[in-house]
């Protein structure tokens, strides 16, 4: 999944964006709400928005309030010191999906991000094609029993395609879901992943090339 996190305390952004990528997560980083509107106006990938209330310029109550009604927009988990039940009224009210005041546990953020996810986008939390069965949940990923260990990346662009049941996905459109706005657009790290999964995965072959559209799911 893709994440957007706005949070103006930047060591703090960077601790959680790391803790995120550890989890599979392509994780975009900015400081204020200019920056976050902007972000989600170029990126439609965007899974989950993880904003912080009290931001410089353009606030997250704004930013929220802003997507609101939006029919692309991310689901909202805001973040904030202010946890009393008054302010997650509040915040609800402005249209955040969940609300989780500060300090928090990180495993309750990875938890809370996950389950949003699914409800935006029918994630299911058990993909199944053919012998292979992937549990998003416990991140694990088993063909004919057999449990399959795969980076976070494989994991990732295999999540995608099982997801995408037989459609053919580019390696743009990979990139942009598996990889976050670092990542080179001219790079080979696409075909790389898919052949390495590939290998990892065994025999008889579970990832087609479609040649110049992409890749998809065969059984």
């Known amino acids: 999944m893709r994440i957007l996190l706005v949070e103006d305390e930047v060591r703090l952004a960077e601790r959680i964006a790391e803790g995120l990528r550890d989890q599979g997560m392509a994780v975009d980083v900015c400081h204020d709400g200019e920056q976050a509107l902007a972000k989600i106006d170029l990126t439609s990938g965007y899974d989950v928005l993880v904003l912080d209330r009290d931001l410089p310029g353009?606030?997250?109550?704004?930013?929220?309030?802003?997507?609101?009604?939006?029919?692309?927009?991310?689901?909202?988990?805001?973040?904030?010191?202010?946890?009393?039940?008054?302010?997650?009224?509040?915040?609800?009210?402005?249209?955040?999906?969940?609300?989780?005041?500060?300090?928090?546990?990180?495993?309750?953020?990875?938890?809370?991000?996950?389950?949003?996810?699914?409800?935006?986008?029918?994630?299911?939390?058990?993909?199944?094609?053919?012998?292979?069965?992937?549990?998003?949940l416990r991140r694990t990923v088993h063909r004919s029993g057999q449990p399959v260990a795969l980076t976070t990346k494989e994991f990732a662009v295999l999540q995608l395609l099982m997801a995408a049941d037989g459609a053919?996905?580019?390696?743009?459109?990979?990139?942009?879901?598996?990889?976050?706005?670092?990542?080179?657009?001219?790079?080979?790290?696409?075909?790389?992943?898919?052949?390495?999964?590939?290998?990892?995965?065994?025999?008889?072959?579970?990832?087609e090339t479609v040649v110049g559209a992409g890749y998809r799911i065969t059984v």
Request: proline share 3%; hydrophobic share 40%; with cysteine.
């Open 168 to 207: 053919v996905l580019s390696q743009e459109q990979l990139l942009e879901r598996a990889w976050d706005e670092h990542a080179d657009p001219f790079t080979n790290t696409v075909r790389v992943t898919v052949n390495r999964l590939r290998r990892k995965l065994g025999a008889p072959e579970l990832v």
């Open 58 to 136: 353009r606030s997250g109550d704004q930013v929220c309030r802003e997507l609101t009604g939006r029919a692309e927009a991310p689901m909202v988990l805001m973040l904030t010191a202010l946890s009393g039940t008054d302010d997650r009224v509040d915040g609800l009210a402005l249209g955040a999906d969940d609300y989780l005041g500060k300090p928090f546990s990180f495993a309750e953020l990875t938890l809370r991000i996950q389950a949003l996810a699914r409800r935006g986008r029918s994630h299911t939390a058990v993909l199944s094609c053919g012998d292979v069965t992937m549990d998003t």
